[in-house]
């Protein structure tokens, strides 16, 4: 299980991009999926976040502007992220955590950066 992100960029304020990220996962196992995201200087962050029954949470920074969802196979995770600003320019960072009949495990992708500027 080594999640792989992808969808980073440079857009301008206002501007918008998806982010995905794919794992290959076990079928016997359920995955909590979430991204997080880390700016210089700055601590990492928690994003959104969905787990494997589809709930889904977000950070108030974020709410209403990005939205996180999954492919049917639950496998790939979305972040679409919409009315950027320069605050949310950051590496952004998907983890997928593994519950294998209680035992647990955290995933961490290499990051995807994303950049709001003009």
């Known amino acids: 299980v080594q999640p792989v992100e992808s969808g980073g960029g440079s857009v301008p304020p206002g501007g918008s991009l998806r982010l995905s990220c794919v794992a290959s996962v076990y079928r016997y196992c359920s995955y909590d999926r979430s991204w997080y995201r880390q700016a210089p200087g700055k601590e990492r962050e928690f994003v959104a976040s969905?787990?494997?029954?589809?709930?889904?949470r977000y950070a108030d920074s974020v709410k209403g502007r990005f939205t996180i969802s999954q492919d049917n196979t639950k496998i790939v995770v979305y972040l679409q992220m919409n009315s950027l600003k320069s605050e949310d320019a950051a590496m952004y960072y998907c983890?997928?955590?593994?519950?294998?009949?209680?035992?647990?495990?955290?995933?961490w992708g290499q990051g995807t950066q994303v950049t709001v500027s003009s």
């Open positions: 969905i787990d494997s029954d589809g709930r889904v």
């Open positions: 983890k997928f955590e593994e519950d294998c009949d209680s035992l647990l495990e955290n995933y």
